[in-house]
Nanobody, 131 residues
Framework: QVQVEESGGGSVQAGGSLILSCAAS????????MGWFRQAPGKGREFVAA??????????ADSVKGRFTISRDNAKNKNTVYLRIDSLTPEDTAVYSC??????????????????????WGQGTQVTVSS
């Protein structure tokens, strides 16, 4: 079992920046591929970004490239990933959820956006952007 907890959401003005964090805790010594999804009011869940277990590869939805940056610090907190969001717009308003790929194949450019790849999900953190 892997526990997943997001933090860092909040209310911000358009044009601002935000950093979301996601901490996953599971089997000692394990390192997981992790991803972020979001769901805006009245819309379906949307893939945002993902990062492989070692941080060597990152993947982004086309809609967020250039503004979103996913990263992890494997030297310190191995299963903590960050999502930096710059130039926020009201369209970024959503619940952002972190997901962990713990049991299946590694994250690839083909699979990163598939929610079925991920085994554990956090509760989500709300991001609200006002104009």
């Amino acid at each position: 079992q892997v526990q997943v907890e997001e933090s860092g959401g909040g209310s911000v003005q358009a044009g601002g920046s935000l950093i979301l964090s996601c901490a996953a805790s599971g089997r000692p010594g394990a390192t997981y591929g992790m991803g972020w999804f979001r769901q805006a009011p009245g819309k379906g869940r949307e893939f945002v970004a993902a990062i492989t277990w070692n941080g060597d590869n990152t993947y982004y939805a086309d809609s967020v490239k250039g503004r979103f940056t996913i990263s992890r610090d494997n030297a310190k907190n191995k299963n903590t990933v960050y999502l930096r969001i710059d130039s926020l717009t009201p369209e970024d308003t959503a619940v952002y959820s972190c997901a962990v790929a713990a049991h299946g194949p590694p994250i690839t450019s083909y699979s990163a956006s598939n929610p079925n790849l991920y085994d554990y999900w956090g509760q989500g953190t709300q991001v609200t952007v006002s104009s």
